[in-house]
């Protein structure tokens, strides 16, 4: 007994700091995917010449958790001929899959639960890929008609698709050497160029790849709603329905880093080489200020007394941030002697700034498609895995290898490397449309496509 | 003491499950609880330190096998699935392969007893700084130590692969 206490509190001052940022994730994902719904219904309302919601909160700002409370306190219900079990087993399952692939990744170099693990991105991609069976079980559990076509639907569409986004990573990671994180980021720092800038073409099938592994409009074929009702989550209600949500954001946020880590240079700024660009560390505290005072501004023209004093609320906030952000950056400037001390404060800061910048802009453009483009079909979407995306990314893994032999050949590092990448990323697209030309024209487009149930 | 516990702890949930496996009714509920046995598995490879052997069962096995598995079970209509029979008649035979295999996996071990550093497997995990990165180290035995072993089983999965496509396209 006294060894299993002596091991606990070993294992607790070994493994304080993850297990608190473990906690923080969880407690706070709820509230940032809250947050990530209300972005995506403004910008909704905005690209449709539309307000949003405007009631709860000064703009809506406090209608996630209003829409929280709502769902908490929902009727439960249970299908009298689902199975119980697997009924509420499956959406847990959907998000802690999606919780524990936040675990391998890192949010600047400071802020890292799983630290410095040697299979780091195949980690989140392994275990991020296991939410696939909370919507299939959750589908077949239901006992219903819709949830089951939604979920085989799903599990075809994440299967077919996983091959591409796998691939896209490999072209990645031949320019990283390394699966882990911080070694990956630090090849794109030593290479002073983003990786998706040196295989753009994989990039793109990532991408495109993410957004199907993600059941975000154009490909939300398993929730068509105009179809399907709502897909596998046709029967869950309440705060089942919740968690199935929680994980779609969380994924979201999952491949938009791995995106962010391995093409777009993760906590590094656009150009981390080149000092005279240093001025641009100072745009984050710049950022937060101008929306402070814009808040600020706002402040008097609020209707009630309440959404004025919230709206004052939101400005302190942005102004506290701003000064988080801008200590380490000022400090030195003053006190040479701090600089050092204070060098990962700076580092651990602004790397999560320029994170999470770059984790948003990616989330905004998965929004931006949504609003754009209408919904596939279900064998366009097959025929764009299987005859598009999946020989594109196997041709570009090729060419792109033999185009680092010949960069090496010519001893070509950083920019110099786009010399070969390019043109190998340009014959890798053309061989690819070739083969979909060719394909359609050995089969012709049959005029009246058979329903398939169960496609 | 914590590797052993965490040791026992899949150990434990490895063996329940698998039992549970072939157990259950429900061919859902059992390809749940295979699952958790394959879970299980990559749990004490993880505690025996070799994150690329967890990762891989888990990507290969979980996220690959196992959702075709439950794909196909899909398919199938479970209510007529129940009612049929489960287990084939030859249990005598069955039983009398598993005790030979049995015997086999006791005799090694036996064997093995008296001979230096081999004995029952200790299932203390490694001090991390005597291994080398593990998936580096699982690169350079299969592309350089056992290259040609690993190309030959590699033509033989594409010979396969092709062989169930050209079967598959015959039928339409």
């Known amino acids: 007994m006294q060894a299993v206490i002596q091991a606990t509190i070993e294992f607790v001052k070994q493994y304080w700091a993850p297990l608190v940022c473990s906690v923080a994730i969880v407690a706070i994902l709820p509230l940032v995917a809250g947050y990530i719904v209300l972005v995506e219904r403004k910008i909704m309302a905005d690209m449709q010449a539309r307000l949003g919601p405007m009631r709860v909160g000064p703009h809506g700002l406090l209608q996630p958790i209003a ?34 692939a936040m675990a391998g990744l890192a949010i600047g170099p400071a802020f890292q639960i799983a630290k410095d693990i040697n299979i780091g991105i195949l980690f989140v991609v392994g275990i991020s890929a296991m939410g696939i069976f909370g919507i299939v079980l959750g589908g077949w559990a239901s006992n219903s008609h819709y949830s089951l076509i939604g979920a085989l639907r799903s599990s075809a569409q994440l299967v077919s698709y996983e091959t591409a986004a796998g691939m896209a990573l490999v072209c990645g990671l031949l320019f990283a050497g390394s699966l882990n994180i911080t070694s990956i980021v630090q090849a794109q720092y030593d290479q002073g160029i983003w990786f998706g800038l040196l295989a753009p073409v994989a990039f793109f099938t990532y991408l495109v790849a993410s957004i199907a592994e ?77 929306v402070g005072v814009y808040c600020l501004v706002r402040t008097p023209k609020q209707p009630s007394r309440v959404q ?114 390019v043109p190998a990323s340009i014959l890798a697209l053309i061989v690819a449309l070739f083969i979909l030309a060719s394909e359609q024209k050995s089969e012709p487009q049959k005029t009246s496509a058979a329903p398939d149930s169960y496609a | ?118 004995g029952m497997p200790k299932f203390a995990a490694a001090p991390v700084e005597m291994l080398p990165p593990n998936s580096e180290a699982v690169a350079k035995s299969l592309f350089d130590t056992y290259l040609l072993p690993f190309e030959i089983a590699s033509v033989l999965l594409l010979v396969a692969m092709i062989g169930a496509v050209v079967m598959a396209k015959k039928r339409t």
């Open chain 1, 67 to 100: 829409d929280a409370v709502k769902l908490l306190i929902k009727e439960d219900i249970i299908p009298e001929e689902a199975d119980k079990l697997v009924f509420w087993l499956a959406p847990v399952l959907s998000v802690a899959a999606a919780l524990l």
């Open chain 2, 1 to 118: 003491m914590l590797d052993q516990v965490i040791f026992y702890t899949f150990a434990a949930i490895a063996v329940i499950s698998a039992i549970l496996t072939v157990t259950r009714r429900n061919v859902v509920h059992s390809a749940v609880f295979l699952i958790t046995a394959l879970l299980a598995t990559a749990g004490i490879f993880l505690q025996l330190r070799a994150e690329f052997l967890f990762i891989v069962q888990i990507i290969l096995y979980v996220g690959g096998i196992m959702v075709l598995f439950v794909f196909v079970i899909m398919l199938v209509n479970l209510d007529e699935a129940v009612r049929q029979m489960r287990f084939a008649r030859q249990k005598w035979v069955a039983l009398l392969i598993s005790l030979a295999l049995a015997a086999q996996v006791g005799l090694m071990f036996w064997s093995s007893r008296k001979m230096p550093g081999q």
């Open chain 1, 308 to 421: 004025q004093i919230f709206m004052l609320a939101v400005a302190g906030l942005c102004f506290v941030v701003a000064l988080v952000l801008v200590v380490p950056l000022v400090v030195p400037l003053f006190n040479r002697s701090l600089a050092a001390a204070v060098k990962p404060f700076h580092d651990g800061i602004l790397g999560a700034f320029w994170f999470i910048l770059k984790v948003s802009l990616y989330i905004y453009f998965f929004m931006w498609l949504r609003f754009t483009l209408p919904r596939y079909r279900f064998d366009q979407l097959m025929r764009l895995g299987w005859h598009f995306l999946i020989p594109l990314s196997i041709i570009n893994v090729l060419v792109i290898g033999i185009a680092m032999i010949a960069g090496q050949y010519f001893n070509l590092t950083g920019w110099a490397l786009l010399l070969t990448t």
């Open chain 1, 214 to 290: 993600t059941n975000r409009a154009p490909f939300d074929l398993p929730e068509a709603e105009s179809e399907l009702v709502a897909g596998y989550m046709t029967e869950f209600s309440g705060f089942r329905w919740s968690l199935y949500f929680l994980a779609e954001y969380t994924n979201m946020i999952v491949v938009a880093s791995v995106a962010t880590t391995l093409f777009l240079g993760g906590w590094l700024r656009p150009f981390p080489r080149t000092t005279w660009l240093n001025f641009l560390d100072f745009l984050a505290p710049l950022a937060m200020i101008g």
